[in-house]
C-alpha cells in the first residue's frame, strides 16, 4: 500500500503555523493576531458585510472589501493594507446619512440601518485592535 500524498495546507493554516514561530522583521505578533482576526471576521460575517457595501451609493466600502478579500489571498497578509481597508469600509459606513439606510431598506428589503450600525461597531472593534498592537 503506497502512502497518500497530502494537500498542502490552505493559506489560513499555513498562517496559524507561521503565527507560532513569528518573523519579527515582517510584523508584530498582536498585528498579525488583529488581522487574523479580521480574517476571521469576514469569514463569518462577509457576506452580510458584502450586500450591504453593495447596496450603498458609495462604491469605495465595496471596493475597499474586495481589496481586503485580495489581501488575505497571500501567506503573510500585509496588516497595513488589511488596516487600512477597515478604516476605508468604517468611513463609508459612518457617512451614510439614516434617510439613505432607509431608502435603502425599504428598496431592496434589507434591514440597512441596523447592518450599518453593527458592522460598524464590529469593525471599530477591529480596527481597535490594529490600534492596541501598535
Not at 97 to 125: K, T, V
Request: with cysteine; proline share 8%.
Amino acid at each position: 500500500m503506497t502512502p497518500m500524498k497530502q494537500a498542502p495546507p490552505a493559506p489560513f493554516m499555513q498562517r496559524k503555523f507561521l503565527m507560532l514561530n513569528p518573523n519579527p522583521a515582517t510584523t508584530s505578533q498582536a498585528r498579525f493576531d488583529a488581522t487574523d482576526e479580521t480574517e476571521k471576521h469576514l469569514r463569518r460575517h462577509g457576506a452580510g458585510l458584502c450586500d450591504l457595501l453593495d447596496a450603498l451609493d458609495d462604491p469605495s466600502g465595496f471596493s475597499a472589501l474586495c481589496g481586503l478579500i485580495c489581501a488575505f489571498d497571500q501567506p503573510f497578509p500585509d496588516a497595513n493594507a488589511v488596516e487600512a481597508a477597515l478604516h476605508q469600509i468604517h468611513r463609508v459606513l459612518a457617512e451614510q446619512a439614516p434617510s439613505s439606510l432607509d431608502r435603502i431598506g425599504h428598496q431592496r428589503n434589507l434591514p440597512a440601518s441596523n447592518m450599518a450600525r453593527w458592522y460598524g461597531a464590529r469593525i471599530s472593534e477591529l480596527i481597535a485592535r490594529f490600534r492596541a498592537a501598535d
